[in-house]
C-alpha cells in the first residue's frame, strides 16, 4: 500500500507570496493532519482534518489555513509568507481522529521564503 | 496542557552497546504514547506506540520502550545499535480533543553512532 505523498517535496517562495502544499493519505485513511518542522520550534501541530471538517487547530495565525476534499486528500494553505514561515512541513495520514488512530508521515515539504 | 520531554539533544554510542534514550511526559489522563524517527531529509517513521495493557512494548528494528507510570516516562531501548540507527528520535503523546487527535512531541534527541 502507498504511503503519504506530498507535493511538492521542494519550494522556494519570497516573502509576500503564498503558497499551497498537498498531501494524499494512505489509501483508507480519512483524516489528515499537518506539522511544521523548524530548528528552534520543533515540530508543532498546525491543524487536523476530518471528512472535509476541520477537527483540530493549533496555535499559528490565520494565514495558515487547510482543507480537505472528499477523497481525503488535503491542502494547506500560507498566505503573506514571512522568512520564519520557511520550515519542512509534514502530513500525516491516520484511518480516523480517534486517539488510537496511528498517524503515518509523509516525507514533507520543505518551504524556503527568501 | 501536556508536554513531552528528552532531556538528552544529543547521544553518541558505539555501534554494538546498548541505547536508552529518555522521554517524560505531563498528562492528566492515560497517555497514548509513541516514538517516531526521522533520518536526514525524510518524514517521521513510527517504530512503536503504547495505548494500554501491558507496559513494555516492541516496534520494529529491535526497538523497544517501557512505559512507567509511576515516573512518567516512556523511554526507548535497544540492546545492540547498529550504524543505520543514526537518526533523530522523537517522543510524542496523544491528545484527542475537539473530537480530533493531535500529536505533541518532544524536541528530538539526535544519535550519533561511531564504528
Known amino acids: 500500500k502507498a504511503g503519504v505523498t506530498q507535493t511538492p517535496r521542494y519550494l522556494i517562495k519570497t516573502r509576500g507570496q503564498q503558497v499551497t502544499l498537498s498531501c494524499s493519505p494512505i489509501?483508507?485513511?480519512?483524516?489528515v493532519s499537518w506539522y511544521q518542522q523548524t530548528p528552534g520550534q520543533g515540530l508543532q501541530f498546525l491543524f487536523e482534518y476530518f471528512s472535509e471538517t476541520q477537527r483540530n487547530k493549533g496555535n499559528f495565525p490565520g494565514r495558515f489555513s487547510g482543507r480537505q476534499f472528499s477523497n481525503s486528500r488535503s491542502e494547506m494553505n500560507v498566505s503573506t509568507l514571512e522568512l520564519g514561515d520557511s520550515a519542512l512541513y509534514l502530513c500525516a495520514s491516520s484511518l480516523g481522529p480517534g486517539p488510537t488512530d496511528t498517524q503515518y508521515f509523509g516525507p514533507g515539504t520543505r518551504l524556503t521564503v527568501l | 496542557a501536556q508536554s513531552v520531554t528528552q532531556p538528552d539533544i544529543h547521544i553518541t554510542v558505539s555501534e554494538g552497546a546498548s541505547l536508552e534514550l529518555r522521554c517524560n511526559y505531563s498528562y492528566g489522563a492515560t497517555p497514548y504514547l509513541f516514538w517516531y524517527v526521522q533520518s536526514p531529509g525524510q518524514g517521521l517513521q513510527l517504530l512503536l506506540k503504547y495505548f494500554s495493557g501491558d507496559t513494555l512494548v516492541q516496534g520494529i528494528k529491535g526497538f523497544e520502550a517501557e512505559f512507567k507510570r509511576s515516573q512518567s516516562s516512556f523511554n526507548l531501548r535497544k540492546p545492540s545499535v547498529h550504524w543505520s540507527d543514526a537518526a533523530e528520535y522523537f517522543c510524542?503523546?496523544?491528545?484527542?480533543?475537539?473530537?480530533?487527535?493531535?500529536?505533541?512531541f518532544g524536541t528530538g534527541t539526535q544519535l550519533k553512532v561511531e564504528l
Open positions: 510524542a503523546v496523544g491528545l484527542f480533543t475537539g473530537g480530533g487527535n493531535k500529536l505533541t
Open positions: 489509501s483508507g485513511h480519512r483524516s
